[in-house]
């Protein structure tokens, strides 16, 4: 019909350009993507921007809301099932401590090893780790995380939780950790006494102490919450004995690699 000439076919198949399959409608049935993918341009960053760190209902700033609010909830609607508007827990592990390098490296570093040795030769290696620890944070936290969630994984065994759930929980707990550091480098910029560091030493082990047995009191719940937050607390204990444990071996190393004068 000559009227009908010029006009886009309504069911013309669209091609996916993630992952090939062909199409109709906004989006892909096979994968999910977007129809109408563009060019990698300004107007696609300030987009991504947007909606993945500044949006009200998703992005990074709703996880950290939804976790500092109730992290017990949160930790246990996401591994029931409610992901989609909130960021993966190692992307979102990733982006805070890159965060946190960031702003370290323009202020006085926190101390990860609060400790003092007569001989002065492992003060200075006390004092190279502590730098390292501050520059590679991640690597820090993403060794110690089998580990950590090893250790709670045995100690709840009995509520059947995997071991991967426990890797994703810790993952978003450590985040909080980070969020604790970031909200006292700014009082360490402006405070330069040393004599701080128990103060220091006392945040950065209560403010996660806090968040991770109140997060896993709530997930193990309802019901014998007193017996909960024991165990989450003998938990935390444990991971804190075996850290300080390690620290410890490795500060016993340094003073016989560095033997005192």
């Keep these: 019909i000559p009227g009908n000439m010029g006009k886009p076919e309504i069911n013309k198949s669209i091609k996916c350009k993630n992952c090939g399959f062909e199409f109709n409608g906004n989006f892909c049935n096979n994968c999910g993507q977007d129809a109408k993918v563009g060019k990698l341009d300004s107007h696609f960053i300030l987009h991504e921007l947007q909606h993945g760190i500044l949006h009200v209902d998703s992005g990074i700033l709703f996880t950290l809301g939804r976790l500092l609010i109730n992290p017990g909830k949160f930790l246990k609607n996401y591994i029931r099932g409610e992901r989609v508007r909130h960021f993966k827990p190692f992307a979102f592990l990733v982006i805070i401590s ?35 620890a501050n520059e590679h944070y991640l690597i820090v936290l993403l060794a110690t995380l089998p580990l950590t969630s090893l250790i709670y994984f045995l100690i709840f065994k009995y509520y059947r939780i995997t071991y991967l759930e426990h890797l994703v929980i810790n993952s978003y707990l450590s985040g909080v950790r980070i969020i604790a550091r970031l909200a006292l480098l700014p009082f360490l910029y402006f405070v330069n006494d040393r004599s701080i560091a128990g103060l220091e030493f006392a945040a950065d082990l209560s403010i996660p102490a806090l968040f991770s047995v109140w997060a896993y009191t709530v997930y193990v719940g309802p019901g014998k919450n007193v017996s909960h937050f024991f165990l989450s607390f003998f938990a935390y204990l444990i991971t804190l004995i075996v850290n300080i444990g390690l620290i410890g071996g490795s500060l016993y190393m340094l003073s016989h690699v560095f033997p005192s004068n």
């Design 98 to 132: 890159g965060v946190y390098a960031y702003i370290s490296h323009y202020s006085r570093e926190a101390n990860f090893i609060n400790y003092k040795s007569p001989n002065h030769a492992v003060n200075i290696a006390v004092s190279i780790l502590n730098h390292w």
